[in-house]
């Protein structure tokens, strides 16, 4: 296995022909520290568990999709924009390449959440959500529909605080993360992905209520997260699949 490259703030790799633009804004980053072992095993064949001063993490991630567009074409201002909410682990594959492995991924469009599904056997799933800034707060809310289980939900309000001029090196191996293993059609790949450096602000969590990380079968987090980020967002071109992402098998 190649030895991982170096966390980096910027993409290791441009993305000269998407097959995907969008943006992704009003980012709350949530995370728990996890020990590999406890994960290891709802990886993709091929890829570990990518590990930060030995140990690895959950994210709940949540923040508004907008107008994702296909290949060059202009982003979809309706189907196209919409609520969002991910469980995710983190990962790395035989090439070294580290990325993000989504274990739930729910947002409020039927039509995406299918497709997604179907196109590239994505864990989406359709739910009832909202973001709604009050004030100085950002409040992100689910209720799952289908496939289920139906009624899994969240519910988290963050106070976004100072800019972070300079992020530590867990805070970008928490948040630049240059692509995702998931288990395409033929095997494993890696769907690398391109954008400018976060803009990142702390942020305190008012409330945290859910059971996503449960229904995504993951352990329920104990305590409190080690990690509560706050980002207004970036345009993404996302490449197309790369395989094999992991150790060839017979």
Not at 222 to 238: E, H, K, Q
């Amino acid at each position: 296995m190649e030895k991982p490259a170096s966390v980096s703030p910027d993409a290791p790799d441009a993305v000269h022909v998407p097959l995907l633009t969008q943006q992704w804004l009003d980012l709350c980053f949530v995370h728990w520290a996890v020990e590999p072992d406890l994960v290891a095993g709802l990886l993709p064949r091929g890829t570990v568990p990518d590990t930060h001063d030995g140990v690895t993490y959950v994210g709940l991630v949540a923040f508004r999709m907008h107008r994702v567009g296909w290949l060059r074409m202009p982003g979809v201002p309706y189907l196209g924009s919409f609520p969002e909410t991910n469980v995710r682990l983190y990962s790395v594959d035989a090439h070294g390449r580290r990325g993000v492995v989504f274990r739930s991924m729910d947002a409020s469009r039927l039509i995406p959440v299918v497709m997604g599904r179907v196109g590239f056997r994505l864990p989406y799933l359709w739910s009832r959500m909202r973001v709604r800034a009050v004030g100085d707060t950002v409040t992100y809310t689910s209720s799952r529909r289908w496939p289920g289980p139906r009624g899994a939900y969240s519910r988290v309000t963050v106070r976004p605080g100072e800019r972070i001029v300079e992020p530590t090196e867990s805070e970008h191996f928490l948040t630049a993360r240059w692509g995702m293993h998931n288990a395409f059609f033929g095997g494993v790949g890696y769907l690398p992905n391109q954008h400018p450096r976060w803009p990142l602000y702390r942020a305190e969590l008012l409330s945290c209520e859910e059971n996503l990380i449960a229904a995504a079968g993951l352990p329920a987090p104990c305590g409190d997260p080690v990690s509560v980020l706050y980002s207004p967002g970036v345009p993404v071109r996302l490449g197309r699949p790369a395989r094999p992402a992991g150790i060839p098998t017979p």
